[in-house]
Nanobody, 120 residues
Framework: QVQLVESGGGLVQPGGSLRLSCAAS????????MGWYRQAPRKQRELVGA???????NYTDSVKGRFTISRDNAKNTVYLQMNSLRPEDTAVYFC??????????????WGQGTQVTVSS
């Protein structure tokens, strides 16, 4: 059974930092691209950033220079370091694991989400 379990969310003041973790089980973690998404109230879920199996990263423009994604394949865990947090970063943050076979079949797994609230 595949499980992605996020942790590390909470309430933080503007300008503060949080580090989210996503621990995976039930998959061969190293072959999955990992992503972080977020969904704010009354908004669509959006990609925050992702990391490939080789460690390359990409981010949505609004978080570039503030957020960093990393992975530890030995621990089956992906991280999202969030610095200089802003109220508009408030959202539920979701972890995603994605593996695409050469035939085109794609395997997608999601965590349950963790709430991040940026407020004074």
């Amino acid at each position: 059974q595949v499980q992605l379990v996020e942790s590390g969310g909470g309430l933080v003041q503007p300008g503060g930092s949080l580090r989210l973790s996503c621990a995976a089980s039930g998959i061969t973690f190293s072959i999955y691209a990992m992503g972080w998404y977020r969904q704010a109230p009354r908004k669509q879920r959006e990609l925050v950033g992702a990391i490939t199996t080789g460690g390359s990263t990409n981010y949505t423009d609004s978080v570039k220079g503030r957020f960093t994604i990393s992975r530890d394949n030995a621990k089956n865990t992906v991280y999202l370091q969030m610095n200089s947090l802003r109220p508009e970063d408030t959202a539920v943050y979701f972890c995603n694991a994605r593996y695409k076979v050469v035939t085109g079949i794609q395997y997608d797994y999601w965590g349950q989400g963790t709430q991040v609230t940026v407020s004074s």
